[in-house]
C-alpha cells in the first residue's frame, strides 16, 4: 500500500508543494501511483478544493470537515460583528468576568521555557481529553518539532493565564501566510467561564492582527469550529487501486466502514 508519511496523525495531508503547483505535483504522484510498485494507493485526508480523484484516476472513500475562516482585510470587531449575535455577546461577557481573575494571554516565545510551557500543555491536554491515542504517543515528536518551530516563528503555543496560572492552552502553527490550530487543552475548572473559546478568540485576533490571511481549525467538525467559519473546503482520502490484490483491499476497506456506520 501506497500512504503519505504522516497518516493517522495528521489533519491534512498531501504532496508537499505550494497550492498553485499542485496539478504539477498531482501528476508526479499519479505517475508513482501507475509505477507498478504498489497495489493500492491510498491518499489521507487532501485538502478539498482540488479534485484529487480526477488527477489521480481514483475514487473518493470519504470526506471530512475542516472548517477555515479566512480575513478580508477586515478588523477583529468586523470579524466578530459578521458571527452570532450569541457569540458576540458570549465572548464580551466571559472576558469580563475572567478579567477578575487577572486574566494574561501568553504567547510561548522563551527557548529556555519551552519545555516547561510544552509540559503545561501536555497537563492541560491531559485534563480536559484524557490520554489522547494521538497526542500524547508522539510528544517526543512534537517537543522536538516545536523546538525548530519555535526557531523559525512557525511556533504558536499560547495560554490563557488566571491567578498567574495556566487555566487553558493552545498550539498552532503559522505558515505561508497561514495559521492552523492543531491541538490544545483546559483545567475542567474554569470550564463554567469558556476559558477553551475565550483563548481560541484571542488566538484568532492576533493572528489578523499580525495580517494573516488564513485560519485554518483543521480536521473535524465541531460546533465551536462552525461559529467562527467563513468556508469548509474540506479534506478527502482518495483511494486507487492498481491490482486485483488491490482491488480486493479496497472493496475491503469499504465494506468495513460501511458495516461501522451501520453499527453507529
Not at 1 to 29: I, Q
Not at 31 to 40: H, N, P, R
Not at 212 to 223: A, K, N, P, Q, S
Amino acid at each position: 500500500m501506497l500512504r503519505f508519511l504522516g497518516h493517522g496523525h495528521s489533519d491534512e495531508l498531501g504532496p508537499v508543494c505550494a497550492p498553485p503547483d499542485r496539478e504539477a505535483a498531482a501528476e508526479a504522484l499519479r505517475q508513482t501511483i501507475e509505477s507498478g510498485k504498489s497495489d493500492l494507493f491510498l491518499g489521507n485526508d487532501l485538502p478539498g478544493g482540488f479534485d484529487w480523484a480526477d488527477r489521480l484516476g481514483g475514487r473518493v472513500l470519504e470526506r471530512t470537515e475542516s472548517p477555515v475562516a479566512r480575513f478580508e482585510g477586515e478588523s477583529w470587531d468586523d470579524f466578530v460583528g459578521a458571527r452570532s449575535t450569541k457569540l458576540r455577546r458570549r465572548l464580551r461577557y466571559y472576558e469580563r468576568g475572567l478579567a477578575a481573575h487577572g486574566l494574561e494571554y501568553r504567547l510561548a516565545t522563551d527557548p529556555a521555557r519551552l519545555e516547561a510551557d510544552l509540559d503545561t500543555l501536555f497537563g492541560l491536554h491531559a485534563a480536559r481529553w484524557g490520554e489522547s491515542p494521538w497526542f500524547a504517543p508522539a510528544r517526543d515528536f512534537h517537543e522536538e518539532f516545536a523546538a525548530i518551530a519555535l526557531e523559525r516563528g512557525w511556533l504558536r503555543l499560547w495560554f490563557l493565564e488566571l491567578d498567574g496560572k495556566a487555566a487553558a492552552g493552545w498550539l498552532g502553527y503559522r505558515f505561508a501566510g497561514v495559521e492552523s490550530h492543531y491541538q490544545s487543552g483546559r483545567d475542567p475548572a474554569w470550564d463554567r467561564a469558556s476559558v477553551g473559546i475565550v483563548l481560541l478568540a484571542h488566538t484568532m485576533r492576533e493572528a489578523l492582527a499580525d495580517g494573516i490571511d488564513e485560519y485554518r481549525f483543521l480536521r473535524g467538525g465541531e460546533d465551536y469550529k462552525k461559529r467562527f467559519a467563513t468556508d469548509d473546503p474540506g479534506v478527502v482520502t482518495v483511494g486507487r487501486a492498481t491490482s486485483v490484490r488491490g482491488r480486493a483491499a479496497l472493496a475491503a476497506r469499504t465494506a468495513r466502514r460501511r458495516v461501522r456506520r451501520l453499527i453507529s
